[in-house]
């Protein structure tokens, strides 16, 4: 039997049938289309798990976080918050996703509706325990000076704080916590202010704009007038810089591989049996 194909071929020059409507590949479509751009999707910290403690019966509870790990010179600042649920500043983010002046009147906000504590961590302190160790000291300071001491503890990073409450560290968290975004910013924003006035103390090291971070212009500045008592001592552009200007304070290298020479005296009254069996 020869069927006929021609109902299934469509006649020369007659216009071609729109192709199905695919519903089901669009949201495949959609997200390969937004892996491969450039811009990516910035989700903004929530109080989703801080309303899931209060569910609990769980409260009050806290977020913190610190400022000034990676600069060169000034101290940590951090500093806790416990935020009112009723009373939410608009706009909290991560510090460092907001400028200047946002930054500014969140500061005010939050201060104003919430719980709000700050610990500083000197240069001093930062020299003598490491940066990693002052940190977490000066964020459990800040948690233990709060107003109403918490039950339950967000912290930003990997670390969690020796402290009497639950801690809960959340790498990333002030991206995804909305109490340790806030603290976020009252620990930025305390910390440039101390930095400005530092700057005053200390002309030409630019300390208002860079806040003691590692920029071009700072480097320069501790290349041409050396280290100041607010640069942290064991970092290694501090280093250099002190060798320059002050090598009468940097104690030199020990060489591990020098040849001393060792006076070994030697009884020559003792009689050896060189029959014995050595």
């Known amino acids: ?29 959609l997200a390969k289309a937004l892996a491969g751009g450039k811009s990516a999707i910035i989700v903004a910290p929530s109080f989703r798990r801080e309303r899931a403690l209060i569910k609990r019966g769980i409260w009050p509870v806290a977020g913190c976080d610190e400022a000034g790990r ?21 706009g909290i983010d991560d510090s460092k996703r907001l400028t200047p002046e946002a930054r500014e009147k969140l500061f005010d906000k939050i ?29 459990k300071r800040a948690v233990v000076a709060l107003p109403e001491q918490p039950r339950h503890v967000f ?18 968290g002030d991206g995804i916590v909305l109490s340790i975004a806030a603290a976020s910013i009252v620990a930025k ?8 006035a530092l700057a005053q103390d200390c002309p030409g090291y ?9 920029v071009p212009e700072h480097l320069d ?11 942290r001592s064991f970092f290694a552009p501090v ?28 009884d020559t009254s003792l009689e050896v049996d060189a029959s014995a069996n050595l």
């Open 239 to 266: 280093v250099a810089a002190r060798a320059k200007h002050m090598p009468w304070t940097v104690e030199p290298a020990q060489d591990l591989f020098a040849v001393t020479e060792i006076e070994v005296q030697v």
């Open 1 to 29: 039997m020869i069927r006929d194909q021609s109902a299934k071929k469509p006649a020369k020059g007659a216009p071609k049938k729109a192709a199905p409507n695919n519903k089901k590949a669009a949201p495949k479509k």
């Open 189 to 196: 924003v305390t910390r440039d202010r101390l930095m400005c």
């Open 155 to 172: 912290v930003d990073g990997r670390d969690r704080l020796d402290t009497e409450c639950d801690c809960e560290a959340v790498i990333g």
């Open 206 to 214: 630019g300390f208002e704009q860079h806040k003691g971070y590692a």
């Open 221 to 231: 500045a501790l290349n041409r007038l050396g280290p100041t008592v607010h640069h």
């Open 111 to 139: 201060c104003a509706t919430a719980q709000v504590s700050v610990a500083v961590a000197s240069r001093s302190r930062i020299d003598r325990d490491n940066i990693l160790r002052a940190s977490l000291w000066a964020l």
């Open 70 to 90: 990676g600069p060169l010179a000034g101290p940590v600042v951090a500093a806790a918050v416990i935020l009112d649920p009723d009373r939410i500043p608009h």
